[in-house]
Structure formats: structure tokens, C-alpha cells
């Protein structure tokens, strides 16, 4: 069992040599670092969202690589290795990594369409970096710079994910919603049902379960289903992986199944 936290992505780039020169690379990298604060500047300052920064984007990559490990371990075979347009599963993991880092950028421009913006943006920056974490260049970076880019579009509520890797981007953006990401936007004064649900979420846990992919959120108040609902769901339903996810939710005196339904 895992929590949902800034430190699952420490575990699993310090375990690969190629996912560790990713890091360093993209966290050194003064266009993407911008980016994310403008991201933030656009949705939290001026939109009062919650926060959609560098918290926000390391706690989605370690998630995102946790969830994919637990496929793993299940049996499954990632789309990109299946298809070919990986050939290790250390590039496989890379993709997920640099999609979940960057799947927020578009919000540098505006909310509205941020997901296809984002997109868009990625695609020279990872032109730029990627011939520097991978060591080559040619048609294989090309694949996975697309892998990248079909991922951060397809965080976007109703599109469908077309791999095993976005789906698990996609959920563990939906995952970080525990107390602390509503505070900002509650700070500046918006209290409404989206801040008051994630202020009584206080964990989300990760771990093997009847599926292989097992989560539970912890709760103080049931207000939190709304999050549960509105946020997670329609990203887990969307994700092609949604048979491989069972969501419990937990108070202080119960422990019930939401998902899937009995």
C-alpha cells in the first residue's frame, strides 16, 4: 500500500538510470519550469482553481508510474510495448513520466481547451529534450514524443485513452485530491462544493486488490463523494483501464465498495 504523495515519484526514478536523467533534465529545464507557473498563475491565481503547479505534476507522475507498476505485476502488457512503438519497458515508463509532468501546461494559456494546448506545447519541447534523455534521435523519439502528446490530450474528461500508459495518467491526475490540493483556492476565498469536498478528503491509498488496481479514499464528511464523482470517475471511465479499478471509499466508522457497483 502507497499514499498518494510528492514521494512515490522520488521511489521510482531513483530505481531507473533513464527515468533519473528524465527528471533532472525536465526539472532543470527553464521553459517547462515557466510553464508550470504560469499554469498556476492562470488557474489559481486569476481562476481560483486548486493547484495545477510542480506539487501538482510530481504527485501525478509518481502516481501514474505506481498504478502502471501494479499492471505490471497483474500480467498486463503496456500498449506501447505491444504496438512497438517502445522498446524497452524503462521507455514505457518514460512516456508516462514526461506526460504526467507536462499534461497541465496548456493551462499557461487558458483553462478552456487546456489539454489540446498542452499537447501542442509538448511537442517542442520534447523535440528539444528528448535526444538528451534518450541518447538518439530519429523515427523511435518520434514515436514516443507522440505517445507523450496523445497522453496530456487525452487527460481531457471525455476523450478516451488509446493506451494502458495514459489511462494511468489520466486516473492519478484524478487521484490528487486529498485536503491539502483544495487550500489555495479556499485561501482566496472560494468555498465552494469543489474546495469543501476535497477539504474533507484526507488520504487516498494505492494498492493491490481483487483488481489489480485497488484505491481508497479516506473521508471525513461524505461531501467528499462529489469530488469522488465529479473528478475521479468520469477520468477512470474514460481511461480503457477502468476494469482494472476498484475504488473504496473510507470514514471514520465504514469502509464501502463505490466501484466498481455490486
Known amino acids: 500500500m502507497v499514499v498518494v504523495s510528492p514521494q512515490l515519484l522520488?521511489?521510482?526514478?531513483?530505481?531507473?538510470?533513464?527515468?533519473?536523467?528524465?527528471?533532472?533534465?525536465?526539472?532543470?529545464?527553464?521553459?517547462v519550469s515557466e510553464l508550470i507557473k504560469m499554469s498556476n498563475v492562470m488557474a489559481v491565481t486569476r481562476l481560483k482553481y486548486n493547484d495545477h503547479g510542480i506539487v501538482h505534476a510530481r504527485i501525478v507522475a509518481g502516481v501514474a508510474l505506481e498504478l502502471f507498476e501494479l499492471l505490471l505485476r497483474a500480467g498486463r502488457i503496456p500498449t506501447t510495448i505491444r504496438d512497438g512503438t517502445v522498446k524497452t519497458l524503462d521507455e514505457a515508463k518514460l512516456v508516462i513520466l514526461l506526460a504526467a509532468y507536462l499534461h497541465d501546461i496548456g493551462n499557461a494559456v487558458h483553462r478552456a481547451y487546456h489539454e489540446y494546448i498542452g499537447a501542442l506545447l509538448a511537442k517542442d519541447i520534447l523535440n528539444r529534450l528528448l535526444p538528451d534523455i534518450l541518447g538518439f534521435a530519429g523515427r523511435r523519439m518520434l514515436c514516443i514524443r507522440q505517445e507523450v502528446m496523445h497522453i496530456i490530450f487525452a487527460t481531457e474528461y471525455n476523450t478516451e485513452c488509446l493506451t494502458m500508459e495514459c489511462g494511468t495518467v489520466k486516473i492519478a491526475d484524478g487521484l490528487d485530491m486529498s485536503e491539502g490540493r483544495a487550500r489555495i483556492p479556499y485561501r482566496l476565498g472560494k468555498l465552494d462544493m469543489h474546495a469543501v469536498s476535497a477539504l474533507s478528503i484526507k488520504k487516498v491509498e494505492i494498492e493491490n486488490g481483487e483488481r489489480p488496481i485497488k484505491i481508497t479514499v479516506f473521508m471525513d464528511d461524505m461531501a467528499g463523494l462529489f469530488?469522488?464523482?465529479?473528478?475521479?470517475?468520469?477520468?477512470?471511465r474514460t481511461s480503457a483501464i477502468d476494469d482494472a479499478i476498484e475504488v473504496y471509499?473510507?470514514?471514520a466508522d465504514k469502509v464501502v465498495k463505490y466501484y466498481p457497483k455490486e
Do not use: F, G
Open 10 to 31: 522520488t521511489k521510482h526514478v531513483s530505481s531507473s538510470p533513464l527515468l533519473y536523467r528524465a527528471y533532472r533534465i525536465i526539472e532543470e529545464d527553464e521553459e
Open 227 to 236: 469530488q469522488i464523482e465529479q473528478v475521479l470517475m468520469p477520468k477512470i
Open 249 to 251: 471509499i473510507s470514514t
